[in-house]
């Protein structure tokens, strides 16, 4: 059974960082695109940070320049790491995978979802 495990979320200042983790089974994991997701309240979930098998990555406007994300094949661990945050980066944050990539774009139509992490930044 596919099972994807997000943490290394919490409470930080305004210009802190943090490092998310996602930790998947082997068998979802080496093979397909990964990607993470946030979700202010009141707002619709979006897509933060995208990488293709091959390690090609893609990233929302909001965070470019601020966030990376990254693989490990074998640890079957994808990474967030996010730089000068700000209180408008606050959200839960899940890691997905095994959805469809193609040019840049990642659809979560298919694959599996991680429990999602608590990020909060304080002004």
């Known amino acids: 059974q596919v099972r994807l495990v997000g943490s290394g979320g919490g409470l930080v200042q305004a210009g802190e960082s943090l490092t998310l983790s996602c930790a998947a089974s082997g068998s979802i994991f080496s093979s397909n695109a990964m990607g993470w997701y946030r979700q202010a309240p009141g707002k619709q979930r979006e897509l933060v940070a995208v990488?293709?098998?091959?390690?090609?990555?893609n990233y929302a406007d909001s965070v470019k320049g601020r966030f990376t994300i990254s693989r490990d094949n074998a640890k079957n661990t994808v990474y967030l790491q996010m730089n000068s945050l700000k209180p408008e980066d606050t959200a839960v944050y899940y890691c997905h995978a095994g959805g469809i990539y193609s040019s840049g774009t990642y659809s979560p139509a298919f694959g599996f979802w991680g429990q999602g992490t608590q990020v909060t930044v304080s002004s």
């Open positions: 990488i293709s098998s091959g390690g090609t990555t």
